[in-house]
Each structure stands twice: as C-alpha cells, then as structure tokens.
T-cell receptor
C-alpha cells in the first residue's frame, strides 16, 4: 500500500513564524503535491514537484515555498505565517508521466496561525 | 485559469434515496478523476474517466464524462450511511499531465 505521511496532524503557530510542513511517501513516486483545503473552496494546489529539485507553482503559491531535496520528501514552507494561512494542508503523491495517475493523499495537517 | 465547479455544495438524503453530484469545467479536460473524503479523513481516489461520453460503474456508483469533456457526474443509487462524505471531481487539462484542478466538492449526509 502507498503510504503518505505528514509530520504533524495539528500545528499551532504565531503570526510571523517560519513554518515547515513535511511530507514523505514510500512508493518512489515522481510527483508530489501540496494543497490547502478550505470549506466551500475544495482543494487548491499550492505547489507541485515532478522530480527532485524541480517545482512548479500551483494556483495559490503566494506566501509559500517548497523544497524537494530527496525523491521521497516534499516540504512546504511558510516564510512568515499569517492568519489567512490557517487551513488544512494536504500532501499527495503520484506516479509521473502523461498517464494521468491517481493521487495518494496524506492524513493532512491542520494549521492554526494565531 | 481553469475552474471546476460542483453542485450542489451540500445534500442531505434519507437512506435509500438516490444522489447525484455534477461537475463543470471552464475548459475542456483530457480526463477527470473522482475522489471521496470521509469526515475527518483524506481524499481517496475512486475512478478516472478518459473518453468522451464514457460511463463507468462501481456497484451503486455510476460515473459519467460528458460528450464535450467539460462536465461529469456521479450518481449513487440507494444511498447508504457508508456513503457519507465529500465527493470531489478533479480535472486534468491537456498538456498538464501531472496537475489536477479539484472541484469545490459536494458534501453528502445520509440519515436513516
């Protein structure tokens, strides 16, 4: 079974703090994704990576950065957390290529910025 | 950019009733996927549709992809309490092999 793990289920941070969200997958997937989920808005793509050290902006990259130094690990960084970044953050992974493969999601991190 | 809308946003049915959620894209899609998220859980892949007009069934669930590949639907026959959750469609544009645009989701509540 594909397993995608996220470093924390719940996180509380203060405005202005630098926040790191970690995601690890164990299926040697090429693609990894970070989404945020807000009520009524569905899942919105922040960044994705299709290879080590490669990244592409999603639909809402402002205020976020990412790092992928190893194939299995994809980190989301909030350089200076703000209250409007309070949300559920979901990491996902999938096989690469043009096949349009399903995405496997981690359990999510509920981040509260106070 | 691409937008994917789903209706309704929420539906409450009694067990045994049917349920349908509709997904509409602002652009033509190369394929569409459906996911289910149980309360407190994470999205789990259900199915992918690729061909224009395609219909696929999984037990009581029927998925359709529109002829123009801009809309899709999920129909559940005779809902059960185990169907409770939020259903998301996710569309993929031609040329963006990896990137999915998720719909806004339909939350289904089923009561006895």
């Amino acid at each position: 079974d594909v397993k995608v793990t996220q470093s924390s289920r719940y996180l509380v941070k203060r405005t202005g703090e630098k926040v790191f969200l970690e995601c690890v997958q164990d299926m040697d997937h090429e693609n990894m994704f970070w989404y945020r989920q807000d009520p009524g808005l569905g899942l919105r793509l922040i960044y994705f990576s299709y290879d080590v050290k490669m990244k592409e902006k999603g639909d809402i990259p402002e205020g976020y950065s990412v790092s992928r130094e190893k194939k299995e690990r994809f980190s989301l960084i909030l350089e200076s957390a703000s209250t409007n970044q309070t949300s559920m953050y979901l990491c996902a992974s999938s096989l690469g290529g043009t096949g349009g493969y399903e995405q496997y999601f981690g359990p999510g991190t509920r981040l509260t910025v106070t | 950019g691409q937008q994917v809308m789903q209706i309704p946003q929420y539906q409450h049915v009694q067990e045994g009733e049917d349920f349908t959620t509709y997904c509409n894209s602002s652009t033509t899609l190369s394929n569409i996927q459906w996911y289910k998220q149980r309360p407190g859980g994470h999205p789990v892949f259900l199915i992918q549709l690729v061909k224009s007009g395609e219909v696929k069934k999984q037990k009581r669930l029927t998925f359709q992809f529109g002829e123009a590949k801009k809309n899709s639907s999920l129909h559940i026959t005779a809902t059960q309490t185990t169907d409770v959750g939020t259903y998301f469609c996710a569309g993929r544009n031609t040329g963006t092999a990896s990137k999915l645009t998720f719909g806004t989701g339909t939350r289904l509540q089923v009561t006895l």
